[in-house]
C-alpha cells in the first residue's frame, strides 16, 4: 500500500522534497511520513498551522495530517485549518498505534517506576503500568518525551511511544506493543498545493464542508439527496463556527466522485439547502477501509 500511494502522487513530488508533520522527529505521525514516503525528507513542525504553512510556502511538497482516532475521535485543529489552507486532500493513510516502554540502554523493565508521554498516550497503556507498579507522568508528546528520557539520563524511567522513537533517541525497548486497545489507529490525510484525481473507476473518497440554511428540517433535506442516489457517507460530524452556538459548519466524507452522475446528482441536491460547500479533496480510498 505504501507503494501504491507514493506512486499515484509520483507527478506532485520529485527526489529530496519534503513532507512537514506536527511534531517532533519520532512523533507518529513521522512514522506515517516514513511508511508511505520513505524517500521524502520529513520536516518536523511545532504546530498544524505550521506543518500547513510549510506546504503553502513551498518548504515542504506535502504535509502528513491526523484527522481522527479510533480511540478518541476527532482532532483538533485540523478540521478547523483544512477549509481556509489552501491546500488539498490527495490520499489517506491508516496507522496502527502500537505503543513502546523505551528506557535507556542499560535500562530493565524491573528497573523502570515512571514512564513519560502524552497523557492520551498514557491513558492506553494504563493496564501495563498498573500491572507493573509504573508511576504515569505527563509529557509533551510521545516524541518529546522519548527524547527528555534520553537525555535526563535516569536508567528508572522510560517514555512511551512509537518504536521509530525509540530508534531516533537510542532507546531501547522494554516492553513492545503494551497498549490496551489492539484497535486503536488513526487516520492521516496527505495534503497538497494541487489536486490530483484518482484513477476513473478506483474507489474513491470525497471529502468537503458544508453549512446548511437557517430553514426547518435543512440537515435531513440536505443529507437525503445521499440516501435517494444511493451515496455511502462514511463519516459526517459537526463543529461550531468563530465559538458560536448558532453557526454550525459540518466536515463529511462520501464514497464516489463527484464526477460520477449519483454522486453529482446528491451534490447538486445538497446544494439546495446550503449556504456553503466547499470540496477539500478527492483521493483515493485506502485498503483499510477493506472492499465494502
Same mark, same amino acid.
Request: aromatic share 6%.
Given at each position: ?176 506493543? !503494551?497498549? *490496551?486497545? $489492539?484497535? %486503536?489507529? #488513526?487516520?492521516?490525510? +496527505? @495534503? ?58 459540518? !466536515?463529511? *466524507?462520501? $464514497?464516489? %466522485?463527484? #464526477?460520477?452522475?449519483? +454522486? @453529482? ?28
Amino acid at each position: 500500500m505504501r507503494q501504491e500511494t507514493a506512486s499515484r502522487l509520483s507527478t506532485l513530488i520529485n527526489e529530496g522534497d519534503a513532507i512537514s508533520f506536527q511534531g517532533e522527529p519520532g512523533a507518529f505521525s513521522h512514522q506515517a511520513c516514513h511508511q508511505v514516503f520513505p524517500d521524502l525528507t520529513p520536516l518536523p513542525c511545532p504546530t498544524f498551522e505550521e506543518a500547513i504553512a510549510a506546504v503553502r510556502d513551498g518548504k515542504a511538497q506535502l504535509a502528513m495530517l491526523p484527522v481522527e482516532n479510533s480511540l478518541y475521535g476527532r482532532v483538533a485543529d485540523i478540521h478547523h485549518l483544512l477549509p481556509d489552507s489552501g491546500l488539498h486532500i490527495v490520499a489517506e493513510h491508516f496507522l496502527p498505534i502500537r505503543m513502546q516502554l523505551l528506557g535507556l540502554p542499560d535500562a530493565t523493565l524491573d528497573g523502570i517506576r515512571t514512564a513519560h508521554s502524552l497523557n492520551v498516550a498514557l491513558g492506553q497503556v494504563r493496564r501495563f503500568l498498573n500491572a507493573n507498579d509504573i508511576l504515569p507522568v505527563a509529557g509533551p508528546d510521545t516524541a518529546g518525551s522519548a527524547r527528555i528520557v534520553r537525555e535526563n539520563g535516569d536508567p528508572t524511567a522510560a517514555a512511551v511511544a512509537s518504536e521509530l522513537a525509540g530508534e531516533t533517541y537510542n532507546l531501547k525497548v522494554l516492553a513492545p506493543n !503494551i497498549e *490496551d486497545a $489492539e484497535h %486503536n489507529t #488513526t487516520r492521516f490525510m +496527505v @495534503a497538497s498545493p494541487k489536486p490530483l484525481s484518482p484513477p476513473p473507476g478506483e474507489p474513491t473518497i470525497t471529502s468537503f464542508v458544508f453549512r446548511v440554511r437557517n430553514i426547518s428540517a435543512s440537515l435531513y433535506k440536505a443529507l437525503g439527496g445521499f440516501a435517494t442516489n444511493g451515496v455511502n457517507m462514511v463519516r459526517l460530524e459537526s463543529y461550531m463556527l468563530d465559538g458560536s452556538f448558532t453557526a454550525t459548519q459540518f !466536515i463529511a *466524507d462520501i $464514497e464516489g %466522485n463527484p #464526477t460520477e452522475p449519483h +454522486v @453529482a446528482a446528491a451534490m447538486e441536491e445538497l446544494k439546495l439547502f446550503t449556504s456553503y460547500i466547499k470540496v477539500l479533496g478527492v483521493y483515493s480510498r485506502h485498503q483499510f477501509r477493506g472492499n465494502g
